[in-house]
């Protein structure tokens, strides 16, 4: 017997649905249209999605158990603060999870649309909920100018979210994150140069989260490595494995930076006239 469970017969390219055959440079090991039964089974052998699965699926059960240890809870006045943050470094991976795991059901294109738009509603969730903290503690010393800029902001995630969700291509997909990716630059920007306040720690580590994140959203719209030599990553390297990493540097760098700006709220009194 090979591996815990034999798979079905895997199909190529040619084979697999039209509505799957979103990468021309991976070749083979496409799972056969399935039941819900079916794609759970398909966590337990080898197939081209699988890298895609664990990849995300690991770290969702990781950060599920271990970041509750590292959140300070209690030392925040707003606990909200920390639900929040911990909800947004969740939301990306459970999303693709679902996503990559049944992509193939019977359903066809309808589910597979309805799932895509999941895993980008994650994407869409780890902007919006992530950013929050940072527009809180950048406006800390501005309590009006802080509630505007978080409605604001919320607004224009809602914008997002359904731009993301409804576009058909990557590059319009992309798209929808580039308002709340400016949106929080400009939160950068008033933190260097005007009266925005923070850890001096935590603006490196968010520049370096959203660098990753964009990064790793170019790797997967220019197909790199597999474009080079065209069936080598099926199972194993490709560009969206490449990029499912990157989001999880990115969701870390959240969390480090996170938690900088929420041990130097403690011991920080905003200046009084
Ligand atoms: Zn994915």
Known sequence: MMGLYQGPRLLDFAKTPSHLQFNKY???GYRPVSTAQECLRSLFYMHNELGNIYSHGIPFF???VLLPFSIPWMEVDNIWICIVHYLACLSPTIGSVVYHVFMNHVGGEHVYDTLLSLDMFGVCLVNTLGAIPIIYITLLCYPTLQQTALLAYILLSAYGIYCATTARTNVLRLRAFVWQGLFRF???LFRVYGSGVGSPNSLRLFVIMDSVAVL???????????RFSPGLFDNWGNSHQIMHVMVICAIIYLHWGTLEDLAWIKSYQCPTE
């Open 26 to 28: 991976v070749l083979t």
């Open 186 to 188: 400009s939160l950068f």
């Open 62 to 64: 990781l950060f599920l």
């Open 216 to 226: 790793g959203g170019v790797v997967n719209i220019i197909q790199i490595p597999e």
